[in-house]
């Protein structure tokens, strides 16, 4: 069975930085993508970023508004997907969710969509 952990949420200034980990269990990890989704009041859930399975169409995504700030990276050695962010923003306010799917490529790991495997969600606020 497919588990998704988050962690590392929490309240940040303007400006600051969190780094967000996505602990995964009960699947190959390296054969599944990963994505990090973000929630915030009255709105939708919407792709942040995702890092494709190990394959030779592997690649990192993100959406506009995050370029230059957030970076993802995998540790297949300790089943980890961490979303490292900076600068952070009062609107990257959000739940954030990491997110799991095998034989996932391409840009479309933006989409949410696409997953069926989803975490509980760890909370982002940003304020002064």
């Known amino acids: 069975q497919v588990q998704l952990v988050e962690s590392g949420g929490g309240l940040v200034q303007p400006g600051g930085s969190l780094r967000l980990s996505c602990a995964a269990s009960?699947?190959?990890?390296?054969?599944?993508?990963i994505g990090w989704f973000r929630q915030a009041p009255g709105k939708e859930r919407e792709g942040v970023s995702c890092i494709s399975s190990r394959s030779s169409r592997s690649g990192t995504y993100y959406t506009d508004s995050v370029k230059d700030r957030f970076t993802i990276s995998r540790d297949n050695a300790k089943n980890t997907v961490d979303l490292q962010m900076n600068s952070l923003k009062p609107e990257d306010t959000a739940v954030y969710y990491c997110a799991a799917q095998p034989a996932l490529y391409g840009s479309s790991c933006l989409l949410r969509g696409r997953y069926a495997n989803w975490g509980q969600g760890t909370q982002v606020t940003v304020s002064s």
């Open positions: 009960g699947f190959t990890r390296a054969s599944y993508t």
